[in-house]
Structure formats: C-alpha cells, structure tokens
C-alpha cells in the first residue's frame, strides 16, 4: 500500500494515508487510455457538419439549354456537382461520431491514470479545500503556497465558492468526484485529492 502525506492549504503536513493499490497502484497501459481519450473527445463532437446534395439544391427544374446546336457541352440542371451553386458530392452530413467502450475498461483506465500520477509523484492529498468568498485572488495565493502552477482538484463537495473562484485561473480546474475522467487527469500536470475523495473513489472504482 502507497502512503502519502496529507497538506492542509498551507501547505503544512497534518498526516498521512495509505491509498489502495487496486486504485493506485495499478500497471499503466498507454493503449488502453488513448482508447478512452479518444472515446471522450468523439462523444463531445458536434457531428453537425451538413452539405446539400444535387437532390437538395433548390433551383434546376428544367434543362439549362438544348441539347444540340449551342456549341457548349451539354448540361441537363443547374444542381450539377459541376456547376456553380450545385450539389456537393459525397459531403459531410450530420453524424454520430461515439461509440462505447466497456465500463469495465473505463474503470481501469481511470485507475491507470491515478497510477500515473502517483509514480511521477503529481499527485497531492488536501484534508481539506474551501472558500468563504469568490475571489481569484485567494484561490491563487492558495495554489502559490502549495506550488501548484498546472492541477486539477477533487472534492466532494466544493461548493460554489471554490468552483467559481477557479473558473478565471488559467491552467486549474475543480471538479467534483462524480465527474473524474481520464481525459481531465491526463490535461493536467498534478493531480489533488480533497481526502474524502478518495474514500468515494474506491466504492465507485471496487463496485
């Protein structure tokens, strides 16, 4: 079992904990978080892109000129992909880009990300992380005294305070634990844990 230290916001020591190697401890397999990375980003994709068809097209109804005699080639509407203003051939149309991995795998990957972090020692207990006030200012003075320049910040709980406090913070973000995903942890250099987290962790990550 990993032990690690628990800081409070000023970056003292108040104790330790010792992090269930299930969880933390587990081999990283790069292959198995780029397919969940990639699972992420194509579930936010807009797939809205959309191009008319010659059939779509308005206009075209009746033959631009005869057939014969003219002297120019012969052309039966308007809507032709060749033309100015006609259809588009094979363009985009409106599409779902997700697809679903196992949550089985979402789990280890989670896992596996949270591993990383610990081995490269980015990953830092808080007991405890809130705010009476929104004000940047304080949330960066807070983030100076525990040397956290690049991080994202688990909590139970934050409260509005806190979350809005970061929002302005360029390179922090704070999330609650229901909405840890691999994507996030890997954005972010350091991984914090508000220590009650990680109870909440190992009854969603052991179920």
């Given amino acids: 079992m990993s032990t690690v230290n628990i800081y409070n916001t000023k970056n003292e020591k108040v104790g330790e904990i010792g992090l269930n190697p ?4 587990v081999e990283v397999k790069e292959h198995l978080l780029h397919d969940v990375v990639r699972m992420q980003l194509a579930g936010r ?9 010659r059939v779509e ?3 075209g109804g009746s033959k631009p000129w005869r057939q014969k005699g003219t002297g120019r080639a012969r ?8 033309w100015r203003g006609g259809g588009v ?8 880009y997700s697809f679903k991995l196992n949550r089985k795998v979402k789990k280890q990957a989670l896992s596996m990300a949270m591993s990383a972090r610990l ?4 990953l830092m207990v808080l007991d405890a992380f809130q705010m009476d006030v929104i004000k940047t200012k304080e949330f960066m003075n807070v983030m100076n005294l525990l040397q956290l320049d690049n991080c994202i910040i688990i909590t139970n709980d934050a409260g509005e305070n806190l979350h809005k406090s970061s929002r302005n913070a360029n390179g922090y973000k704070v999330i609650n634990v229901d909405g840890l995903n691999v994507y996030d942890i890997l954005l972010h250099k350091k991984l914090v ?3 009650p987290v990680i109870d ?8």
């Fill in 22 to 25: 299930q969880i933390f401890n």
């Fill in 45 to 53: 994709r807009a797939g809205s892109a959309c191009t008319k068809t």
């Fill in 200 to 207: 909440s962790l190992e009854k969603r990550l052991m179920s």
């Fill in 89 to 96: 051939v094979f363009g985009p149309k409106p599409r779902d």
């Fill in 57 to 59: 097209v308005s206009g």
């Fill in 119 to 122: 081995q490269e020692g980015n």
């Fill in 193 to 195: 844990l508000v220590q």
């Fill in 75 to 82: 052309s039966g509407s308007r809507r032709s992909p060749v």
